[in-house]
């Protein structure tokens, strides 16, 4: 059109001089990938050079040049100062005259081809951001809901402006970056409406391990401001990349958010006005199954045309029912991280009392002094290596965050800007914690542990901790298979690049435990409930479609996880092996289960799979693993069977599964027993007839061969997996499976504890060790004589 405005449409990627990066990848996309389904709404952008020619208007650049000149970044007073003097001057200056018609003509043609009203996003692009190796991302200003002429041309100055924010000026000085190299151009775009909808972030990796197969969503009801500042918990979802392509149902977690506000469109002048949740909208996922799909397969597009993982910016029109993508730049944290280096954080004593809870973001510890911060006003409290705690943070925040040795905040998720500027800095940081505020005292020492899992923690005190460091691109070759145990699927993707021949075991019980929480017999006779109990239980399945697909559901998501974060190695999940005891410490658990003296050898495993009591709870197991291995194709999840007595029930056992449509053999299901009753092993040729290996329990293997509790703590010194009765009972089984020619493999915690007996089983030919992932590395140093 001009030197001043260009349209997206003419746009791409070699476009960033002339109006940066987010208006180029507007305009790349939509030229490239709108026939591939990616749709993006239209727009056009000013220039760099439209926005040089201001500067020079009325001298405004020297006066700016000589203010920026003179100023030190780290004097914050100095820097919020000069910034708040720039910006004004900014938005004082008038446009040149040939800048305003080219606006003007631009905007009337927009507004002549809008159905109704025309309503625009005014956006920033910086000529220097959304390059992969620098983030300006959220930096500058954006203004939503924008309106009429002249508030185009007001909300185009407040961009303009923008680029002299505290924290834009500080992290120029920070990166190097100059000044006067750094131009700006205002994108108008029309605007979804998702103020009726829903909208968020995504990205083309999961951004706390930097796995690769899957996108990670995030979404909120209302305009995506909300999830960007991290102001709302929104729902987040991960969806298997290689079960996406295959056309196979792929989403492999779903996270309810608590969605408190979401922002609407404004009345009386004001751009947007952010309003409470109604409470049925809060416990419903903002997107259907289908619409996570679409976005990720759109998402995928995006990272195959650009060839780099990309963090992209989405919307739900409420109207129209369409999904548009906003924004796409690259991701700049975890695609640049070092994969062959592994660092481990940890705990060197046991934290005590625990000040708050929320979202673990990073994998890392960190410990300082609290500093509880209100607002920016307060921002000189913060010191090098204090612990940041306050409310949210936004861009502006930014100058203090840096120095923070780790980051608390009330809300936000895990694309919320203290997440985001937190995993930039390499710092750990824990949101979402709703009231962190209120319960970590100021001044206070605290340690923020994001090192545990999904859930971090802040503990008080100052607590020691350990940071290992090991490559891992040229670890020895061993005559053992060296596997891991993981029970926790939140963190399986960050457990996946520790070196390792896939999984050795993976209890379902911390599925249930932790995901679902309710006894499944309660979820199967939902409608029998009390009143009470059944509100109890309407809030932890709220999303799903009802009582017993919550209980299949989150199974399923939970060994789909395990199972696509290490494909295609073996993943071996052990069905449930609650004792009655941890059965009752479900929701609603004590209505249904026995009262037993001795539950560690009572009804559990198999015994219970195969009554009649226990049977509809048990054919929920494994329609989820069904789905798991046939719907999205994770064939390499095995499934072990637990404490298993006799040889009938061995047989019986493999019928009931066979029954249940997991037949051994068919879709290349194999079938693993866990060896760790002493009849297994006495009688295991004749046990290794029905299946397809074992797997050895050497934890109740030893208990009872020992006859001894290890519990009780009146006898556990006497527990030791490398006592000769024990060894001899491995030896047994071990030669056993040799023998039938099967799979053999160990997952006990003794391995992991004796380096020696992991040593002594290496030496047996056993086929895998299974470690629990701290101890993978050293262990497997210590095997091929090279220890660290």
Same mark, same amino acid.
């Given at each position: 059109?001009?030197?001043?405005?260009?349209?997206?449409?003419?746009?791409?990627?070699?476009?960033?001089?002339?109006?940066?990066?987010?208006?180029? /990848?507007?305009?790349?996309?939509?030229?490239?990938?709108?026939?591939?389904?990616?749709?993006?709404?239209?727009?056009?952008?000013?220039?760099?050079?439209?926005?040089?020619?201001?500067?020079?208007?009325?001298?405004?650049?020297?006066?700016?040049?000589?203010?920026?000149?003179?100023?030190?970044?780290?004097?914050?007073?100095?820097?919020?100062?000069?910034?708040?003097?720039?910006?004004? *001057?900014?938005?004082?200056?008038? =446009?040149?005259?040939?800048?305003?018609?080219?606006?003007?003509?631009?905007?009337?043609?927009?507004?002549?081809?809008?159905?109704?009203?025309?309503?625009?996003?005014?956006?920033? /692009?910086?000529?220097?951001?959304? %390059?992969?190796?620098? /983030?300006?991302?959220?930096?500058?200003?954006?203004?939503?809901?924008?309106?009429?002429?002249?508030?185009? @041309?007001?909300?185009?100055?407040?961009?303009?402006?923008?680029?002299?924010?505290?924290?834009?000026?500080?992290?120029?000085?920070?990166?190097?970056?100059?000044?006067?190299?750094?131009?700006?151009?205002?994108?108008?775009?029309?605007?979804?409406? /998702?103020?009726?909808?829903?909208?968020?972030?995504? =990205?083309?990796?999961?951004?706390?391990?930097?796995?690769?197969?899957?996108?990670?969503?995030?979404?909120? *009801?209302?305009?995506?401001?909300?999830?960007?500042?991290?102001?709302?918990?929104?729902?987040?979802?991960?969806?298997?990349?290689?079960?996406?392509?295959?056309?196979?149902?792929?989403?492999?977690?779903?996270?309810?958010?608590?969605?408190?506000?979401?922002?609407?469109?404004?009345?009386?002048?004001?751009?947007?006005?952010?309003?409470?949740?109604?409470?049925?909208?809060?416990?419903?996922?903002?997107?259907?199954?289908?619409?996570?799909?679409?976005?990720?397969?759109?998402?995928?597009?995006?990272?195959?045309?650009?060839?780099?993982?990309?963090?992209?910016? *989405?919307? %739900?029109?409420?109207?129209?029912?369409?999904?548009?993508?906003?924004?796409?730049?690259?991701?700049?944290?975890?695609?640049?991280?070092?994969?062959?280096?592994?660092?481990?954080?940890?705990?060197?004593?046991?934290?005590?009392?625990?000040?708050?809870?929320?979202?673990?973001?990073?994998?890392?510890?960190?410990?300082?002094?609290?500093?509880?911060?209100?607002?920016?006003?307060?921002?000189?409290?913060?010191?090098?290596?204090?612990?940041?705690?306050?409310?949210?943070?936004?861009?502006? *925040?930014?100058?203090?965050?840096?120095?923070?040795?780790?980051?608390?905040?009330?809300?936000?998720?895990?694309?919320?800007?203290?997440?985001?500027?937190?995993?930039?800095?390499?710092?750990?940081?824990?949101?979402?914690?709703?009231?962190?505020?209120?319960?970590?005292?100021?001044?206070?020492?605290?340690?923020?542990?994001?090192?545990?899992?999904?859930?971090?923690?802040?503990?008080?005190?100052?607590?020691?901790?350990?940071?290992?460091?090991?490559?891992?691109?040229?670890?020895?070759?061993?005559?053992?298979?060296?596997?891991?145990?993981?029970?926790?699927?939140?963190?399986?993707?960050?457990?996946?690049?520790?070196?390792?021949?896939?999984?050795?075991?993976?209890?379902?019980?911390?599925?249930?435990?932790?995901?679902?929480?309710?006894?499944?017999?309660?979820?199967?006779?939902?409608?029998?409930?009390?009143?009470?109990?059944?509100?109890?239980?309407?809030?932890?399945?709220?999303?799903?479609?009802?009582?017993?697909?919550?209980?299949?559901?989150?199974?399923?998501?939970?060994?789909?996880?395990?199972?696509?974060? @290490?494909?295609?190695?073996?993943?071996?999940?052990?069905?449930?092996?609650?004792?009655?005891?941890?059965?009752?410490?479900?929701?609603?658990?004590?209505?249904?289960?026995?009262?037993?003296?001795?539950?560690?050898?009572? @009804?559990?495993?198999?015994?219970?799979?195969?009554?009649?009591?226990?049977?509809?709870?048990?054919?929920?197991?494994?329609?989820?693993?069904?789905?798991?291995?046939?719907?999205?194709?994770?064939?390499?999840?095995?499934?072990?069977?637990? @404490?298993?007595?006799?040889?009938?029930?061995?047989?019986?056992?493999?019928?009931?599964?066979?029954?249940?449509?997991?037949?051994?053999?068919?879709?290349?299901?194999?079938?693993?027993?866990?060896?760790?009753?002493?009849?297994?092993?006495?009688?295991?040729?004749?046990?290794?007839?029905? =299946?397809?290996?074992?797997?050895?329990?050497?934890?109740?293997?030893?208990?009872?061969?020992?006859?001894?509790?290890?519990?009780?703590?009146?006898?556990?010194?006497?527990?030791?997996?490398?006592?000769?009765?024990?060894?001899?009972?491995?030896?047994?089984?071990?030669?056993?499976?040799?023998?039938?020619?099967?799979?053999?493999?160990?997952?006990?915690?003794?391995?992991?504890?004796?380096?020696?007996?992991?040593?002594?089983?290496?030496?047996?030919?056993?086929?895998?060790?299974?470690?629990?992932?701290?101890?993978?590395?050293?262990?497997?140093?210590?095997?091929?004589?090279?220890?660290?």
């Amino acid at each position: 059109m001009s030197d001043y405005v260009l349209w997206f449409e003419e746009l791409g990627m070699h476009d960033v001089p002339r109006v940066g990066g987010k208006n180029a /990848s507007l305009g790349e996309m939509i030229s490239g990938l709108s026939e591939a389904g990616v749709k993006v709404p239209g727009g056009f952008a000013t220039t760099a050079e439209a926005y040089r020619e201001f500067l020079r208007h009325e001298d405004l650049d020297k006066r700016i040049n000589g203010l920026l000149d003179k100023l030190d970044v780290d004097d914050i007073n100095a820097l919020r100062e000069a910034g708040r003097t720039i910006r004004q *001057w900014v938005v004082e200056t008038p =446009f040149p005259q040939p800048l305003t018609d080219a606006i003007r003509e631009a905007y009337k043609r927009l507004e002549a081809e809008t159905e109704g009203e025309c309503t625009v996003a005014v956006r920033s /692009s910086a000529t220097a951001e959304d %390059l992969p190796d620098a /983030s300006f991302a959220g930096q500058q200003e954006t203004f939503l809901n924008v309106r009429g002429e002249e508030g185009v @041309f007001k909300a185009i100055h407040e961009v303009f402006a923008s680029l002299y924010n505290d924290r834009a000026i500080s992290y120029r000085v920070h990166q190097g970056f100059d000044h006067a190299e750094v131009a700006l151009s205002a994108g108008i775009q029309r605007m979804v409406r /998702s103020d009726v909808g829903a909208s968020g972030v995504m =990205f083309t990796l999961d951004t706390e391990s930097g796995f690769r197969d899957a996108v990670f969503i995030t979404a909120a *009801w209302g305009l995506g401001e909300t999830v960007v500042q991290g102001a709302v918990n929104p729902d987040e979802f991960h969806v298997y990349k290689p079960a996406l392509a295959a056309g196979r149902p792929a989403i492999l977690r779903r996270n309810m958010g608590s969605k408190a506000i979401k922002m609407i469109f404004g009345e009386d002048g004001k751009h947007t006005r952010t309003v409470e949740v109604d409470a049925a909208e809060r416990y419903r996922f903002c997107l259907t199954d289908e619409q996570v799909m679409d976005l990720a397969r759109q998402a995928m597009i995006i990272e195959k045309h650009y060839g780099r993982p990309m963090d992209i910016e *989405w919307a %739900l029109d409420g109207v129209d029912g369409g999904l548009y993508i906003v924004q796409a730049r690259p991701e700049t944290v975890e695609s640049r991280a070092d994969g062959q280096v592994i660092e481990r954080f940890r705990l060197k004593q046991k934290g005590g009392r625990i000040f708050a809870t929320g979202r673990a973001i990073g994998q890392k510890i960190g410990a300082g002094k609290v500093r509880v911060v209100s607002g920016l006003d307060e921002m000189d409290k913060v010191q090098p290596g204090d612990v940041l705690v306050t409310d949210m943070t936004d861009p502006d *925040w930014e100058p203090i965050m840096k120095r923070a040795a780790a980051i608390v905040t009330n809300r936000g998720g895990r694309t919320c800007h203290a997440a985001i500027i937190a995993r930039e800095m390499g710092i750990p940081a824990v949101v979402g914690c709703g009231n962190a505020t209120d319960t970590i005292p100021d001044g206070a020492e605290a340690t923020v542990v994001c090192a545990e899992g999904d859930e971090g923690r802040v503990y008080e005190g100052k607590l020691d901790f350990d940071v290992l460091r090991t490559r891992t691109d040229s670890m020895p070759d061993l005559p053992v298979k060296v596997m891991m145990n993981v029970g926790n699927p939140g963190r399986a993707f960050h457990f996946s690049s520790i070196p390792n021949h896939g999984v050795g075991l993976a209890r379902l019980e911390f599925i249930i435990n932790n995901m679902i929480g309710v006894h499944p017999k309660a979820l199967l006779e939902y409608h029998t409930l009390p009143d009470e109990l059944r509100a109890e239980v309407d809030k932890r399945i709220a999303g799903y479609k009802d009582p017993v697909s919550f209980y299949v559901d989150r199974l399923v998501e939970g060994i789909s996880t395990l199972g696509a974060a @290490f494909a295609p190695k073996p993943v071996i999940v052990r069905l449930s092996d609650f004792k009655s005891n941890e059965y009752a410490n479900l929701l609603a658990g004590d209505r249904y289960e026995p009262d037993e003296e001795n539950p560690m050898i009572g @009804f559990r495993g198999t015994s219970r799979y195969l009554s009649d009591d226990f049977r509809a709870c048990f054919e929920l197991e494994c329609q989820a693993v069904r789905r798991v291995r046939e719907d999205m194709g994770l064939t390499n999840v095995v499934i072990m069977v637990p @404490f298993v007595r006799t040889l009938a029930e061995a047989e019986g056992v493999i019928k009931l599964l066979a029954e249940m449509g997991l037949k051994r053999g068919e879709h290349g299901l194999k079938i693993y027993m866990m060896c760790e009753i002493p009849s297994n092993a006495v009688l295991a040729d004749e046990f290794l007839k029905h =299946f397809d290996g074992f797997s050895i329990g050497s934890n109740d293997l030893t208990q009872l061969t020992l006859g001894l509790d290890r519990d009780s703590g009146l006898v556990a010194g006497s527990f030791d997996e490398r006592d000769p009765a024990v060894k001899k009972m491995l030896s047994m089984a071990i030669e056993a499976a040799h023998r039938a020619g099967k799979y053999v493999g160990i997952c006990g915690q003794g391995p992991s504890d004796y380096p020696d007996l992991a040593q002594w089983l290496m030496e047996q030919k056993i086929e895998s060790i299974s470690l629990n992932p701290d101890t993978v590395v050293d262990t497997w140093m210590q095997l091929a004589g090279k220890s660290e």
